[in-house]
């Protein structure tokens, strides 16, 4: 029996992503050189502000832990994704599985707030540059880092304690690959009610709230851009916004598609291809999206190279 726990099931087996045998090995490789662009890509956007004096603004302090959520994030379930597609029986105990589940919550709420920051970072540097400096002072960026973190960690503790109260029995085969909450309450022998009333109340919270806020700072930015005098000044702004923009609709549209339809409509094998989405592919576009059109980050990393050479 499971400690702190009335299940009589002491494990779980995650079907993952598909049952193919053929299809093990590549998508093994495929998720192996994610992961691996994933961690170069973010550990190295945190190097470089780190090391770049003239990286350490809001904006970029934003970006470090954003990039520190990434490395979190794809890490609590991605090693084992990847052990999954060379096992032939891919189980994972009832104390990981609630485990990995409290972890990917508490990083993807973090990231949902980590991106609204942002956000608000852009709506403040071009909408009242003259008070950015104020606005965004050290308090104030740290106090949103910690509300970040604040309400991830209330939203995972909410999730997974609802988790933990319900009974599982016999059934113990996971349609995913990796311990989702939607898949593991279909499990259990007991209702689940106030669970999906918490899936729904809590998703709605983390996704409607920061997707207004987000939603109202474009709103403004955009005005601001459209009554710039400079064609310059427009363009660097469209240029600065445009990378968060397309952060923000992958990982929001596919978190939206996963967690706020009427369960009678959701089908698992397309939530497992959403789930890839939030968990494997924006992970691995943040820094390439923050770097590869960036000027600040193109410089601070020719800067390094050459530091290095000498």
């Known amino acids: 029996m499971a400690s702190g726990n009335s299940s009589l099931v002491t494990e779980f087996i995650l ?10 090995l590549p998508l093994f490789v495929l998720f192996l050189t994610m992961y691996i662009i994933t961690l170069m890509g973010n550990l190295g956007l945190i190097t470089l502000i780190g090391l770049n004096p003239h990286l350490h603004t809001p904006m970029y302090f934003f970006l470090f832990n954003l990039s520190f959520i990434d490395i979190c994030y794809s890490s609590v379930f991605t090693p084992k994704m990847l052990m999954n597609f060379l096992s032939k029986k891919n189980i994972i105990s009832y104390q990981g599985c609630m485990t990995q589940f409290f972890f990917f919550c508490f990083f993807a709420i973090s990231e949902c707030y980590m991106l609204t920051s942002m956000a608000y970072d852009r709506y403040v540097a071009i909408c009242n540059p003259l008070l950015y400096n104020i606005a965004m002072s050290p308090k104030v960026c740290f ?8 309400m991830a960690f209330s939203g ?36 689940t009610y106030v669970n999906e009333l918490v899936v729904f109340i809590v998703g709605s919270i983390n996704i409607f709230v920061p997707s207004v806020t987000i939603f109202f700072s474009y709103a403004f930015i955009l005005y601001s851009i459209l009554h710039m005098n400079s064609n310059e000044g427009r363009s660097k702004a469209f240029r600065t916004c445009s990378s968060h923009i397309a952060a923000i609709s992958l ?11 009427p369960s009678s409509s959701r089908f698992m094998n397309e939530g497992k291809i959403s789930s890839v989405f939030y968990t494997n592919v924006v992970p691995m576009m943040n820094p390439l999206l923050y770097s590869l059109r960036n000027k600040d980050v193109k410089l601070a990393m020719s800067q390094t190279l050459i530091r290095r050479k000498f």
């Open 15 to 24: 079907v993952g992503l598909t049952d193919q045998p053929d299809l093990q």
């Open 156 to 191: 995972a503790m909410a999730h997974t304690g609802c988790l933990l109260r319900l009974t599982f029995c016999d059934a113990n085969i996971i349609n995913h690959y990796f311990c989702d909450i939607l898949p593991v309450l279909q499990l259990s022998c007991t209702s």
């Open 251 to 261: 990982f929001f549209g596919s978190f939206s598609f996963m967690y706020l339809q």
């Open 143 to 150: 106090n949103l880092i910690f509300g970040s973190y604040l």
